[in-house]
């Protein structure tokens, strides 16, 4: 909205000393004036009862509203005017009527019942509270124009009066999605009457608890499964938290806390947490940076506001939670961005029809706001985890040359407040970004992070989803768990905006980098809804030592024939790409995506093909019969030992967010790429590629690399066998589909096996099962070897003659996680 804010309420020049003591009085008022069960009875006790919950709820305005930074300053001034501007239009455009409280969020469902066309009508009921709050919110900030505004005032509680009388009350019957009416309403209802706490009278708010308790009893909280687990769980108990603080109800309060616990331990199937810190909603989504970020807001949040009360959250599970930061949470965070493979469906939102604001949400919003829980979360665990924590966050946020957070995009103010303090703090030292391979069995994604580059993959298998869409979300996400290979490079031309910047609804989604696919034509939402696409292969996972790793993946084409075997081999500066066995059959071409990288709007990066420079033009294309290298620049390098037919080509590509997402904005977006692919024809039989992706490569040490023919041995690409040898990182790697030898190591079951020399005369063994079906193996590696360092106790090692042999137990229990034997070499 564009109108100006009401003259009628000058923004009153605050302090932070003044903004502080008014919220500090504003907290008092709430405790007074509204006869509640908590202070109905006699006694000092009812009465201490009665400003515990008055505390929690100035607590929790508090955390709604920020504290500590001047309304006057930016980037908050802006942000504050920007609030009050968009709660003036709404209230300027609010029009209640039956079945609606504004025209364009139509909630009267004329046949409820759940199927497409309610779920539509039950989102508004969600839309209309999250507008109400918006009210709410400028009439409680300072410096929005509104502040303390009494038509804006009028507005809010007619709206909440309209809402409860109409479709929010316990009478009515829920339709639609179940979301709406036990979470998305609730909270944001909540949050109003939290807010508003001292101008609604005992009528309305006995009316928001009846109607809160109707729509989410306490059963929903009593068996940790369905849809009340993980994510979902955590946002149920902060419904439940908020309705017993609104309205004193100590039981509640106490409820939400209890049915907290379920979601800390680590779980070995279906949502929660695991061990190798995989984070998975929806039975079969890796979902870390969407659902992950509701639960650790969620949980921060409620750590925070029962701090210190009576029902503070002491349960001894609370340690996993918090160890996930930096197990679960630290590993997709990238220069202020979350990776986009464990965002599900969220990677389609981007630019919302509705928003008023037209603020694209990214991988860059969804890193700021996990980064700002992380801050809050570090206020209720220890003094060395917080003080960690502040590193990561300033580390992450200064090193984020795409979003700056400071602008005020991508935060609410209370989340800007916190992370703006620790920006602010000169005793912060900004931490580096962590080096060192992490695997994650459980959810078939790995991180791999050098001094040069940042790297991810996504995979697929029977307990992992090809993609997730539901309710029109991420429609043509197909291809991206088929070995989506993400990379971003040490001062890239990008500046970290490489999946950011207009790329999912512009990029080809038949030429994902990293992956290979049929170019058969799919339907929108192909395979299912909610993580129901999955290939029929269990083969899916990778070995690291924690610096290198080996990762392999048995692809399968989703409602395809398409049939391929594709590793890769994380080091240094490079990832070493085999696929081997390529077949298919289904009447369409198949390629194999070398990589498909973003130049943005107006973007003519330089590609060169061994060293020839290729037109800037587009569109354009052209096959190279005998390439060896390629590079683009600003971005990177790619070999192909031993040369390779190559197609290489840029062209402009124009698509909408709503062609992916059915909320999305239908403003055309248009982005240009620059594709390498191996083309491999038309059904292919046991096609195959190689190639060496050298991210952020110059043109002259991508061309020094393709003269080094010593550098990379392929030792084997094929079905049954893929691996590597690199002499001078001592690194010997090869991907076992089938028991045999490949150089000097012999294996006799299917497993992946990484080999890593040291100077200091060590050597790291590092075995796994990806398939998880291994009873019993036995490596032998034609190697001197003096002793056997550290092993597994499941681990026997013999040295006969002038080898190493090791025998590994049931491997099938292990859960795809990596199996390491250190020795001295002799």
Not at 365 to 381: F, K, M, N, P, Y
Not at 562 to 573: G, H, I, Q, T
Request: one cysteine or more; charged letters at 20%; glycine letters at 10%.
């Amino acid at each position: 909205m564009t109108s100006q804010s009401s003259p009628s309420a000058p923004a009153p020049s605050w302090s932070r000393r003044g903004f502080l003591a008014s919220t500090a009085a504003a907290g008092a008022v709430l405790a007074v004036g509204l006869p509640h069960r908590a202070v109905a009875a006699d006694g000092d006790g009812a009465a201490a009862a009665g400003d515990e919950f008055a505390a929690l709820r100035a607590k929790w305005r508090t955390l709604y509203l920020g504290e500590g930074f001047s309304p006057t300053a930016e980037p908050f001034k802006s942000k504050l005017a920007t609030l009050g501007t968009q709660a003036k239009g709404l209230r300027d455009t609010m029009a209640p009527a039956d079945g609606s409280l504004w025209p364009d969020a139509v909630f009267g469902d004329p046949d409820p019942d759940t199927d497409t066309e309610s779920y539509a009508y039950s989102e508004k009921i969600q839309t209309s509270y999250e507008r109400v709050r918006v009210m709410a919110e400028a009439f409680c900030q300072p410096g929005t124009g509104l502040t303390g505004d009494a038509s804006l005032k009028t507005a809010v509680l007619t709206a909440v009066d309209h809402l409860g009388t109409q479709v929010f009350n316990a009478t009515q019957a829920q339709y639609g999605n179940w979301y709406n009416f036990q979470i998305g309403a609730p909270q944001r209802l909540l949050d109003i009457a939290v807010l508003m706490y001292e101008h609604l009278s005992t009528a309305q708010l006995t009316a928001a608890v009846e109607a809160v308790d109707h729509f989410v009893p306490d059963s929903l909280v009593a068996e940790y499964t369905g849809t009340s687990t993980g994510a979902n769980r955590i946002d149920l108990c902060r419904v439940l938290a908020l309705r017993g603080i609104l309205d004193g109800t100590a039981a509640k309060v106490a409820l939400a806390r209890d049915a907290i616990a379920p979601v800390f331990p680590y779980v070995t199937s279906g949502d929660g947490l695991y061990a190798d810190g995989s984070l998975i909603q929806h039975t079969y989504v890796p979902y870390t940076g969407s659902y992950g970020a509701v639960l650790i807001d969620g949980l921060s949040k409620l750590f925070a506001l029962l701090g210190d009360s009576t029902w503070a959250i002491t349960d001894s599970g609370r340690q996993i939670f918090l160890d996930s930061v930096e197990d679960a949470y630290a590993p997709f965070l990238h220069d202020g961005l979350s990776l986009d493979n464990v965002a599900g469906r969220a990677i389609s939102r981007g630019l919302v029809a509705t928003d008023p604001l037209k603020i694209q949400q990214d991988d860059h919003s969804r890193g700021h706001g996990i980064i700002a829980s992380v801050l809050l979360l570090g206020q209720g665990a220890s003094d060395e985890e917080n003080a960690r924590w502040q590193a990561l966050a300033k580390g992450w946020f200064t090193r984020d040359r795409y979003s700056d957070v400071t602008s005020g995009r991508t935060l609410g103010v209370a989340a800007l407040s916190r992370v703006t303090a620790v920006l602010d703090d000169s005793a912060v030292r900004p931490a580096a970004e962590p080096t060192g391979h992490r695997l994650f069995p459980s959810m078939a994604r790995a991180t791999h992070r050098t001094k040069r580059f940042t790297a991810s993959v996504s995979m697929s298998s029977k307990a992992i989803t090809f993609y997730e869409n539901g309710n029109g979300e991420n429609v043509r996400g197909w291809h991206t768990g088929s070995g989506m290979l993400y990379w971003w490079a040490e001062g890239d031309s990008a500046g970290g905006g490489q999946y950011s910047d207009g790329y999912w609804p512009t990029v080809d989604p038949y030429r994902l980098p990293g992956t290979t696919v049929s170019r058969k034509q799919l339907a929108d939402a192909e395979g299912g809804a909610w993580g129901a696409a999955r290939p029929d292969t269990t083969w899916v996972g990778g070995a690291t030592d924690g610096t290198y790793a080996a990762l392999a993946q048995d692809t399968r084409g989703l409602s395809s024939t398409l049939k391929a075997k594709k590793s890769w081999f994380f080091l240094d500066d490079t990832v070493v790409c085999l696929g081997a066995g390529i077949t298919s059959a289904d009447g369409a071409g198949v390629e194999s995506v070398l990589d498909t990288r973003n130049l943005g709007a107006f973007g003519t990066a330089r590609l060169s093909v061994d060293g020839r420079t290729q037109p800037t033009a587009h569109p354009w294309n052209a096959a190279f019969p005998r390439a060896r290298w390629a590079h683009v620049a600003g971005h990177g390098g790619y070999v192909f030992p031993g040369g390779t037919s190559l197609t290489a080509l840029r062209e402009e590509r124009t698509g909408t967010w709503q062609s992916i997402n059915g909320g999305g904005a239908k403003d055309p977006v248009t982005r240009r790429y620059v594709s390498l692919l191996a083309d491999h024809g038309t059904d292919p039989t046991d096609a195959s590629y190689a190639y060496m992706l050298m991210p952020g490569a110059s043109e002259l040490r991508t061309a020094a690399r393709a003269l080094d023919r010593h550098w990379l041995d392929v030792t084997a690409n094929s079905a049954a066998h893929q691996g590597v040898r690199v002499p001078s990182l001592g690194v010997t790697a090869v991907t076992f589909w089938e028991p045999g030898t490949v150089g000097k190591v012999t294996v006799d079951a299917p497993l992946i096996v990484q080999i890593r020399e040291k100077r200091d005369g060590t050597a790291t063994v590092s075995v796994s099962d990806p398939n998880r079906a291994v009873k019993a193996a036995t490596l032998t590696w034609r190697r001197p070897v003096r002793s056997v360092t550290s092993k597994p106790g499941s681990v026997t090692a013999a040295r006969p003659g002038r080898e190493l042999k090791l025998t590994f137990g049931d491997l099938s229990t292990t859960g795809g996680v990596t199996q390491k034997v250190t020795v001295r070499l002799g």
